[in-house]
T-cell receptor, first 116, second 114 residues
Framework: AQKITQTQPGMFVQEKEAVTLDCTYD???????LFWYKQPSSGEMIFLIY??????QNATEGRYSLNFQKARKSANLVISASQLGDSAMYFC?????????????FGTGTRLTIIP | DAGVTQSPTHLIKTRGQQVTLRCSPK?????VSWYQQALGQGPQFIFQ???????QRGNFPDRFSGHQFPNYSSELNVNALLLGDSALYLC?????????????FGPGTRLTVT
């Protein structure tokens, strides 16, 4: 069984500052994929970034980067130069293998609020 | 490029009734997954459809059933509704065995059971 833990229910960050959202995971699968999604108040889940368990480098997508520490089983999301539009719920999720479309297991999320 | 669409947006049903939710995948995608998101929780996987068959299923009772059509669109049916079925139902589409297999979500259907 897979488990995702997000220990920060809510965070307040000043606009233009960087923010790190924590995610730890637990799995017995030899390979897996890790994802971050953003959910604005409208409800739609927006894909942000992906990291495969065998990827040697941390994933980056524009202002988003994933700090992947395999030995510590953590996959923290870093948002650089935060903007007001970044205010939303953020979910960490994992899938049991690098390829294919097996089910996603989500954490409970972190509500990020950007302060002007 | 059309994204994932879901209908209806909101729905109010009474306990014991049946409901059907609909989803059209992103253009070019062939796999549809359904998730239930209770208030304040992360989404929970219900099941996934590929080639008109249920490929995987989460820990949900048989009251939850689905279907995928030849055009890849999908329906989620819930019978004998319970108050606990009140949630946001999210549909996600993907292209099987391609790249990271990231799933793209629709805006969801908010179901309220009274």
């Amino acid at each position: 069984a897979q488990k995702i833990t997000q220990t920060q229910p809510g965070m307040f960050v000043q606009e233009k500052e960087a923010v790190t959202l924590d995610c730890t995971y637990d799995t017995s699968d030899p390979s897996y994929g890790l994802f971050w999604y953003k959910q604005p108040s409208s409800g739609e889940m927006i894909f942000l970034i992906y990291q495969g368990s065998y990827d040697q480098q941390n994933a980056t997508e524009g202002r988003y980067s994933l700090n992947f520490q395999k030995a510590r089983k953590s996959a923290n999301l870093v948002i650089s130069a935060s903007q007001l539009g970044d205010s939303a719920m953020y979910f960490c999720a994992m899938r049991p293998s690098n390829f294919g479309n097996e089910k996603l297991t989500f954490g409970t999320g972190t509500r990020l609020t950007i302060i002007p | 490029d059309a994204g994932v669409t879901q209908s209806p947006t909101h729905l109010i049903k009474t306990r014991g009734q049946q409901v059907t939710l609909r989803c059209s995948p992103k253009s070019g995608h062939d796999t549809v997954s359904w998730y239930q998101q209770a208030l304040g929780q992360g989404p929970q996987f219900i099941f996934q459809y590929y080639e008109e068959e249920e490929r995987q299923r989460g820990n949900f009772p048989d009251r939850f059933s689905g279907h995928q059509f030849p055009n890849y669109s999908s329906e989620l049916n819930v019978n004998a509704l319970l108050l606990g079925d009140s949630a946001l139902y999210l549909c996600a589409s993907s292209l099987i065995f391609q790249g990271a297999g990231e799933q793209y979500f629709g805006p969801g259907t908010r179901l309220t059971v009274t």
